[in-house]
């Protein structure tokens, strides 16, 4: 932190700055009581699809498909207590990771036509994390003024049981092909595992079939089927945290010290002058510029 006008500012602190301790106040905040990082690789995913018979003659007449990218739209977790292991807590966690999709389908008058689809992939995973004991129940209270305060805003607002947090950086799409299977395509419903909210977070995809090319054995997914797996790496950080209350050193109340910057019509250029030059976009940075490229490139040229 630094000083301006004898007052401690945000950021980092110094010595001096121990003395300007005010007072020790009481917060209420969300306790992590325990927590763990994770790495998967979810190998050969199915991809599933919200037309399903439409994709399936896609799928089918498709000579390669290729991923384009990521995204986890949507995470269920629910947390249940562990028999016989006080204060300890499973975490059933279900991640929806959109996928989008490049097939490759021959046209009728010659070339390559991509057709870009999205489809969702489904990764389930449990882990076992300590998230203490105690079970409270919180209610709170609005102020109406000049008058009696809203019993239904004052009613049970959440208990203080374990609280599971999820947190996962973009994932990395590694690869994504189409296999062949000896059963119908669509045979166990294809899309029945997906909910309505994350099927709906796909768009429709209307493609143009008419210029395609369709071989000749049209019934041929009836026997051989056909679908589209993907794998994907993905990054997870998985927290258990509690409501509790904390006593904190405090130095003050933190008013902000500096005037917000607006850009108007008139003076739009007046934003941009602050904006500094891009640089790197204009000169990509060198391998030395990335921490570590230069020892994971020694130490591939040592395995060889």
């Given at each position: 932190?630094?000083?301006?006008?004898?007052?401690?500012?945000?950021?980092?602190?110094?010595?001096?700055?121990?003395?300007?301790?005010?007072?020790?106040?009481?917060?209420?905040?969300?306790?992590?009581?325990?927590s763990c990082k994770e790495k998967d690789c979810i190998e050969d995913a199915r991809v599933y699809f919200r037309d399903p018979d439409r994709m399936n003659w896609l799928v089918c007449?498709?000579?390669?498909?290729?991923?384009?990218?990521?995204?986890?739209?949507?995470?269920?977790?629910?947390?249940?207590?562990?028999?016989?292991?006080?204060?300890?807590?499973?975490?059933?966690?279900?991640?929806?990771?959109?996928?989008?999709?490049?097939?490759?389908?021959?046209?009728?008058?010659?070339?390559?036509?991509?057709?870009?689809?999205?489809?969702?992939?489904?990764?389930?995973?449990?882990?076992?994390?300590?998230?203490?004991?105690?079970?409270?129940?919180?209610?709170?209270?609005?102020?109406?003024?000049?008058?009696?305060?809203?019993?239904?805003?004052?009613?049970?607002?959440?208990?203080?049981?374990?609280?599971?947090?999820?947190?996962?950086?973009?994932?990395?799409?590694?690869?994504?092909?189409?296999?062949?299977?000896?059963?119908?395509?669509?045979?166990?419903?294809?899309?029945?595992?997906?909910?309505?909210?994350?099927?709906?977070?796909?768009?429709?995809?209307?493609?143009?079939?008419?210029?395609?090319?369709?071989?000749?054995?049209?019934?041929?997914?009836?026997?051989?089927?056909?679908?589209?797996?993907?794998?994907?790496?993905?990054?997870?950080?998985?927290?258990?945290?509690?409501?509790?209350?904390?006593?904190?050193?405090?130095?003050?109340?933190?008013?902000?010290?500096k005037q917000c910057v607006a850009a108007t019509d008139e003076d739009a250029c007046g934003l941009f002058d602050t904006i500094d030059f891009p640089i790197d976009e204009f000169f990509?940075?060198?391998?030395?510029?990335?921490?570590?490229?230069?020892?994971?490139?020694?130490?591939?040229?040592?395995?060889?």
């Amino acid at each position: 932190m630094g000083y301006k006008h004898d007052k401690v500012l945000p950021g980092l602190i110094s010595e001096r700055d121990l003395c300007k301790i005010r007072e020790a106040v009481c917060i209420q905040v969300e306790k992590i009581y325990d927590s763990c990082k994770e790495k998967d690789c979810i190998e050969d995913a199915r991809v599933y699809f919200r037309d399903p018979d439409r994709m399936n003659w896609l799928v089918c007449h498709a000579i390669n498909v290729k991923a384009r990218r990521a995204e986890v739209v949507k995470v269920f977790s629910d947390v249940e207590e562990v028999p016989f292991k006080r204060g300890f807590y499973t975490v059933d966690i279900k991640f929806f990771i959109k996928v989008t999709l490049d097939f490759f389908v021959p046209k009728r008058s010659g070339g390559i036509k991509i057709v870009t689809v999205p489809g969702i992939v489904l990764f389930d995973k449990k882990v076992i994390l300590f998230g203490s004991e105690g079970n409270v129940k919180i209610f709170k209270s609005h102020f109406v003024d000049q008058g009696l305060d809203n019993q239904g805003t004052s009613a049970l607002q959440q208990d203080n049981l374990p609280i599971s947090k999820v947190e996962v950086a973009e994932p990395i799409t590694l690869n994504a092909r189409i296999v062949e299977v000896l059963e119908s395509t669509c045979d166990d419903g294809c899309d029945r595992n997906i909910p309505r909210t994350v099927s709906d977070l796909l768009e429709d995809v209307d493609f143009d079939d008419t210029d395609l090319l369709r071989d000749s054995g049209e019934d041929r997914h009836l026997v051989i089927g056909r679908r589209v797996v993907a794998t994907i790496g993905l990054f997870s950080i998985i927290k258990l945290a509690r409501h509790v209350q904390l006593l904190i050193p405090a130095f003050d109340f933190c008013v902000p010290n500096k005037q917000c910057v607006a850009a108007t019509d008139e003076d739009a250029c007046g934003l941009f002058d602050t904006i500094d030059f891009p640089i790197d976009e204009f000169f990509p940075p060198q391998k030395a510029d990335f921490p570590g490229a230069e020892e994971g490139g020694r130490s591939v040229a040592d395995d060889e």
